[in-house]
């Protein structure tokens, strides 16, 4: 299989997080597929979703915080609306 360049993953995982997400491929693969990947084959894979995957899944994160905050804004204004004197 040939190797195309990548661009570099843009979140990352410490050792420790990345060494338990690479043990969960390897774990799922088997069970789930019956295919036995080594650490370098899930590494990979990891890389992809890291690449790929993880990017959509941060932005909608953060999409679901920015409108969660504008509605916090909205009833903190509406407060302070309540607590002006006339």
């Known amino acids: 299989m040939s190797r195309a360049k990548h661009r570099a993953p843009s979140l990352s995982l410490d050792t420790a997080q990345e060494a338990v997400a690479v043990a969960a491929i390897k774990d799922f693969l088997e069970e789930r597929f019956e295919l036995q ?4 084959e899930a590494q990979e894979v990891l890389e992809l979703f890291t690449r790929e995957v993880a ?3 941060y932005n909608k ?3 679901d915080v920015q409108a ?17 004197k006339s």
Do not use: K, Y
């Open 61 to 63: 994160a953060i999409s």
């Open 55 to 57: 990017p959509l899944f």
């Open 37 to 40: 990947l080594g650490s370098f």
């Open 68 to 84: 969660h905050l504008a509605d916090r804004f909205l009833s903190i204004e509406s407060d302070l609306w309540a607590l002006e």
